[in-house]
């Protein structure tokens, strides 16, 4: 089963941001598979790197939108994608340090916060960037 399930409650009414967010709720979901089948350190590794290189890719695409657009509330919404990445960038230096297996408390936290930053944050872009002809 699935740790994420896309809905379209998640879209944030751009193409292009949307389907980032669903390649992201992938990478989730695939690295909850591998590690719920036990798959081994270089397995979980690779897909944790993915998703770590992948996250980076598109808050690039975001804030490249919101410098183009002069977006007012790039800040805060970039400082929180400062604090994932860093997040993450820890997680996988303790990951290849360390025994090969992440906690599900981990796998509960990319969910809720991958959820929740779509849901609160990314969607409050959704009426600015459509007014500028981005859908």
């Known amino acids: 089963m699935a740790l994420i399930t896309w809905s379209n409650n998640y879209s944030v009414n751009i193409k292009e941001i949307d389907a980032q967010h669903q390649k992201l709720v992938e990478l989730v979901n695939l690295l909850h598979d591998h590690m719920k089948a036990g ?3 270089d ?3 690779k897909i944790l790197k993915e998703l770590a290189d992948y996250t980076v890719y598109h ?3 975001e804030e490249k939108l919101f410098a183009k ?3 007012p509330d790039s800040r805060p919404h970039i400082r929180e994608h400062q604090d994932l990445v860093e997040q993450v960038t820890k997680l996988i230096l303790d990951y290849d340090k ?3 297996v992440l906690p599900m408390d981990l796998m509960d936290f990319l969910r809720d916060w991958l959820i929740n930053h779509i849901a609160k944050s990314d969607k409050k872009f959704t009426a600015f960037f459509n007014s500028k002809g981005i859908n």
């Open 43 to 45: 397995a979980v590794g």
């Open 69 to 71: 657009y002069y977006y």
């Open 39 to 41: 798959k081994g350190k």
């Open 59 to 61: 808050f690039s695409t």
């Open 98 to 100: 360390g025994s090969g």
